[in-house]
Structures are given as C-alpha cells and as structure tokens.
C-alpha cells in the first residue's frame, strides 16, 4: 500500500490486526493516495492503534470511509487520538465507531473536532456509553457543524437531558438529515423536546426513537 496507486477498497473485517498490524496500516496511510474505503472491523484494535491510525489521518487526505467496528476497543483514547486527526482532516466523510467502549469523555474530544471540522458526513457511534454528557457535547458540535448528514446514537444510554441538548440543536442546525436515538432512555420530556424542534426544523427527514424503554403513554 504504500507504493501501490490503484486500490481503493481493502476490506480486513473479523481478523486478528490488532494494535501492532494497525500501526502497519497507518504507516502506508501516510503516503498512500488512492485509497478511499478501509474496513478494519471486528480486529481487536484498541487505543494505541487508533492513536498510530489518527497520526495516519492527519496526514492523509485521501481516506473517504474508515470501520472500526465492532470487537475493536480503542476507548476514550483512541477516539481522543482520531479526534485530534478529525480536526484537520478534509477528506473522511464517514467514520464507524460503534461498539468500541467510548464514552461521554471521548465523545466530547469528537464533538470538539466536529465544530471545525468541515468534511464529514456520517458518523455511527452506537452501543457505546455516549450518556447524557456525551451527546450534550455532540450537540454543541451540531450547533455550528454545516457537514454532519448523519448520526447514529442507538443504544447509548441517552435521557432526557442528553435528548433536550440534542434537540436544541436541531433548532439551529440545517444539515443534519438522519439522527438514531434507537434503545436510549429517551422519556415525554425528551419526546417533547424534539417535537418543538421539528416545529423549526425543516431540513432533518428521519428520527428513530424506537425501543426506548421510558417512552410510553
């Protein structure tokens, strides 16, 4: 990969790459120019892989679509260590984070990168411990954000105040078109926060909200 200037898709799903054959990867980042997608999920990659991955970022301006997936565990650290790449990269346009055990600390270092941030589109960070603070901290990055499309949350751990920052956020924002609230503790008040968003909102075209267990009646 890095003299090789004609692969654009390499798929590593559901092996054994780990922090060691990340770094590998990083390496042929920093001067790769033709890749587009790089699907590392389900590879026992955690903090100090991202952090050799994020280093990657920053230099590389051809990456569209990164996975990191599923049975990866980089943690607060590594999404700090993609966060920091995030900032200045102008070339990824969706990144795939769920089930990684990030929680309300890493996500706020993402929201941070995400207000200056000018490129991506999509970001999935469900089944992660998001929480309250976390999506708090993603809202503020909505608040001035002009690329996010889409945000995946499903199985968080969200409530209602977490739900009312995000809706306070869609008052203002009018790019995001996709928002997954999917198996949150999302009660009316939340519900409610939404509703008198939407009532400002033009621009957003789906909300998912189902099996959140404190939303009845």
Do not use: F, P
Not at 27 to 35: F, G, P, W
Not at 66 to 93: C, F, R
Not at 135 to 157: C, I, T
Request: some cysteine; overall charge positive.
């Amino acid at each position: 990969l890095k003299v090789n200037q004609s692969l654009q898709n390499i798929r590593l799903g559901n092996n054994q790459i780990g922090d060691e054959g990340a770094k590998s990867l990083a390496d042929a980042l920093m001067v790769n120019k033709s890749l587009r997608i790089m699907d590392l999920k389900g590879n026992n990659i955690g903090a100090e892989g991202a952090k050799h991955l994020g280093v990657a970022l920053k230099v590389n301006q051809s990456l569209r679509h990164l996975w990191l997936t599923g049975s990866n565990q980089i943690g607060d650290e590594g999404a700090k260590s993609l966060a920091n790449a995030v900032m200045v990269n102008e070339s990824l346009k969706e990144v795939l984070l769920y089930s990684n055990n990030i929680g309300a600390e890493g996500v706020k270092h993402l929201g941070l990168a995400l207000k200056v941030n000018k490129s991506l589109q999509e970001i999935w960070l469900c089944k992660n411990q998001v929480g309250d603070e976390g999506a708090k901290g993603l809202a503020n990055a909505l608040m001035v954000n002009k690329s996010l499309q889409n945000v995946e949350l499903s199985g968080n751990n969200i409530g209602d105040k977490g739900v009312q920052s995000l809706a306070s956020s869609l008052v203002v924002n009018h790019t995001l078109c996709r928002l997954n609230l999917n198996r949150n503790n999302i009660g009316q008040q939340g519900a409610k926060a939404i509703a008198d968003a939407l009532v400002c909102n033009h621009v957003i075209e789906k909300i998912q909200l189902t099996k959140n267990k404190s939303l009845s009646g």
